[in-house]
């Protein structure tokens, strides 16, 4: 196999790992509710995810950097979360629901990071773009967002355990394909982490991030209540994020051509700012149609912010500890700011409805912006 060839496991890792990620992104929302939760309970529940993995994440992400070995880790947690998935899309109540979900999240949320910080380090090995590895994600979450919201428009939105064991078990076969990292330096030891704990450029680096991620989070969380609020199907739920995610493989795909350009914390702010405009049309939209439309603005949002502060934090992590603090910016990207968009995002669908949230979703993305901004000014005078 050639070297670029060596690739393909890693390709297919991401494509089937995404693909049954789009059933907890896109239509677990829509299972809770279907379970009889609330749009608060459902922000309950979602928030357990983000929660989990402020640990989960920098555990796993430790335990790679500790062994040397991403593929070994990807296993044991593919392994994990095929048990607990299957216990976790079962349960019917909302004590048994938080319960188990602790243990889905345990094993699921370090798996996409791990990926990532897989794809970023064998793409500088090779000299290719990350992009174009991760573009692979992003097409299995397209394909598996519009094929499954199809099947469970058709079967039920109450199976949707069955079409995520079957991308699960994917991923399991494929882990034990993939070529692992190689670390010319030492084991890493906990008495490192101090390294990212005093790094007051990354933390604070993190810290701008947050308005913005909220928001991306919080329409990950709500989007697909929000298509039902304005009249729209479960199969509209899933038109919705092939779109956007299309527009995004197409970003991940052609950004090693012009991501050069710029400094990445331009490109953050470029990003910010048509997330805050974004948020703003959908506040104003009544049209579950134009909502779907207007999804093809994601790959310019989420794709080039998350390319962006992805290449841009890889500048501020130490080499031995790359796995780990690239877990450290996803329980950032995803984590905190998930806790903050399901749990402030289900508080204000519940009372104010969808419109008052991406109202407020613009406002922080708009302030985020300025924020990244700012912090970009600081670091070109210092």
Same mark, same amino acid.
């Not at 049954?20 to 608060?40: C, D, E, I, K, W």
């Not at 995004?248 to 914390?265: N, Q, S």
């Not at 450290?328 to 998930?338: D, N």
């Given at each position: ?21 789009? *059933? ?38 430790? +335990? ?26 079962? +349960? ?38 990350f992009g174009a590895i991760r573009t692979w ?15 469970? @428009? ?12 079957? *991308? ?51 329409? @990950? ?64 939209? @009544? ?40 877990? *450290?910016? +996803? ?52």
């Open positions: 196999m050639t070297d670029k060839g060596s690739l393909v496991p890693l390709k297919m890792l991401l494509f089937s790992f995404h693909g049954a990620n789009t *059933m907890v992104v896109s239509f677990l929302p829509l299972l809770l509710a279907y379970r009889g939760l609330t749009g608060q309970e459902v922000g309950w529940v979602l928030a357990v995810g983000p929660t989990v993995s402020i640990f989960s994440q920098p555990f796993w992400g430790f +335990m790679s950097d500790k062994y040397q070995t991403v593929r070994r880790i990807l296993i044991i947690v593919t392994c994990g979360l095929l048990i607990s998935s299957a216990v976790f899309f079962q +349960m019917k109540t909302l004590i048994l629901i938080l319960i188990s979900a602790i243990f889905f999240y345990f094993f699921v949320s370090p798996i996409g990071p791990l990926a990532d910080s897989l794809a970023q380090r064998r793409a500088s090995a090779l000299g290719v773009s994600g992003s097409i299995g979450f397209a394909a598996s967002a519009l094929l499954v919201g199809q099947l469970l @428009d058709w079967i039920g939105i109450q199976y949707l355990a069955i079409p995520y064991l079957f *991308m699960g078990t994917l991923v399991l076969i494929v882990s034990f394909r993939i070529v692992d990292v190689k670390v010319e330096t030492a084991p890493v030891q906990l008495k490192d982490i101090h390294k990212l704990i005093k790094n007051y450029r990354l933390l604070i680096y993190l810290a701008v991030l947050l308005l913005v991620t909220i928001t991306h989070r919080a329409n @990950d969380s709500f989007i697909g209540l929000f298509i039902r609020e304005l009249g729209g199907r479960d199969r509209l739920v899933g038109w919705a994020w092939f779109v956007g995610v299309a527009s995004e493989a197409a970003v991940f795909a052609f950004a090693g051509k012009w991501f050069r350009k710029f400094h990445p914390l331009i490109f953050m702010t470029t990003a910010g700012l048509l997330f805050a405009g974004r948020w703003l049309l959908y506040g104003v939209v @009544d049209s579950p149609s134009i909502i779907v439309v207007l999804q093809v603005f994601h790959g310019l949002c989420f794709g080039v912010f998350y390319l962006a502060s992805f290449q841009y934090v890889s500048r501020l992590i130490p080499v031995e500890l790359q796995a780990t603090g690239h877990l *450290m910016f +996803m329980t950032v990207f995803f984590g905190i700011s998930g806790i903050i968009g399901s749990l402030g995002g289900g508080f204000i669908i519940e009372q104010y409805g969808g419109h008052a949230l991406y109202f407020t979703m613009a406002a922080f993305a708009l302030v985020g912006s300025m924020l990244i901004m700012l912090y970009h000014m600081v670091q070109r005078r210092a």
